[in-house]
């Protein structure tokens, strides 16, 4: 019997099998190659799992796995746009910004229409990051990248010449505003490893 | 002031990311290279996500994501075993059940004690393939390397002279456990691959 949902459905796990060769800024923390954007995704939802404990009054760890589950599905056509790139003016431009709203809607458009809507409105509640499922699972994507650069002798963040204070005002603020207890550990982490007192 | 706990859950999540450099029999659609054990984990939980419409009652699709995330962690130290390898006996053999078990309790046991308990316990429900929840997500993590195989020219199956026989016996019963209408479009699909009518 035809399954026209399941066929959708199929293309469209088919087509998200491209965020495997989308690579970001930083590495592996044996260095032996770049981090690309599906496994980043993975670990990022065991980084939730891990410091749900964290999470502040209102947050449905449920949701902000899901969130992360997508939130990257936009680079198969953007692909990443590092942090740090451009003085760290490139990854909020409004260019960007863009493109990534056409890539979501042609990439959830593949599903069927129901659960289309349902991805799209996850993954623009998570770009918005007003919500407190969107701030921790925002705070999250923050987080992993600043402990890959920690425990990869800062490969990404020499790549792109990051200073400390970039590091505090790019990172340090959204890391904060989900994970603040995290975030009071991270930064000595980051003062220790630019030789700061 | 000291967070032991942090301590401990980064030092996880920092062992956790040796899982992107296991790899898998399974190739990337686009044939470029083995697919990881981590980026397969991303995968399954988008397939949980996607597909979460045919799970059978009484499955909570939540908990089968938090199982799949977690699922493939104790290949960080006994690699990936081949579904294929040695004849399809080597996958579920009582040293490579033992070797994950101990894998599990090293890997789980990083974590602060009751999160370790949790983790394992989830992890353990997994491997038992009794409960809904674990019946759904084992049935998920047999349909992505399926579906991989069928959009890559088999070239998993090609490497281990897998025949429509092997893929009924050792794969099509346990999707159809938990995804019957899915194992009914896929079987369609693995025989026009095998050129079957």
Redesign the interface.
């Known amino acids: 019997?035809p399954?026209p949902d399941?066929?959708a459905?199929?293309a469209?796990?088919?087509e998200?099998?491209?965020?495997?060769?989308v690579d970001r800024a930083n590495t592996?923390?044996?260095l032996?190659r770049q981090?690309?954007s599906?496994?980043h995704?993975?670990?990022l939802?065991?980084?939730a799992?891990?410091?749900a404990g964290q999470a502040g009054p209102g947050v449905d760890i449920?949701r902000v796995?899901?969130m992360l589950?997508?939130h990257d599905l936009v680079e198969i056509d953007v692909g990443d746009v590092p942090l740090h790139s451009a003085g760290g003016q490139a990854h909020d431009s409004p260019e960007i910004q863009q493109a990534e709203a056409e890539a979501a809607r042609r990439i959830f458009g593949l599903?069927p229409p129901a659960?289309a809507a349902e991805?799209l409105a996850l993954w623009q509640e998570f770009e918005a990051n007003r919500t407190p499922d969107a701030v921790f699972a925002k705070s999250l994507d923050r987080t992993?990248p600043l402990?890959?650069n920690l425990?990869s002798d800062g490969a990404g963040w020499v790549k792109y010449g990051v200073t400390y204070d970039n590091i505090v005002s790019r990172v340090g603020e959204k890391v904060a505003r989900g994970l603040p207890?995290?975030w009071?550990?991270l930064h000595c982490r980051v003062r220790a490893f630019f030789g700061l007192a």
């Open positions: 019997m399954q399941l066929d459905q199929l469209f796990l088919a998200a099998d491209k965020l495997k060769s592996l923390n044996d032996s981090e690309n599906a496994e995704s993975w670990h939802t065991l980084y799992m891990v410091l449920g796995i899901r589950i997508l599903l659960q991805f992993q402990v890959q425990t207890a995290v009071d550990e």
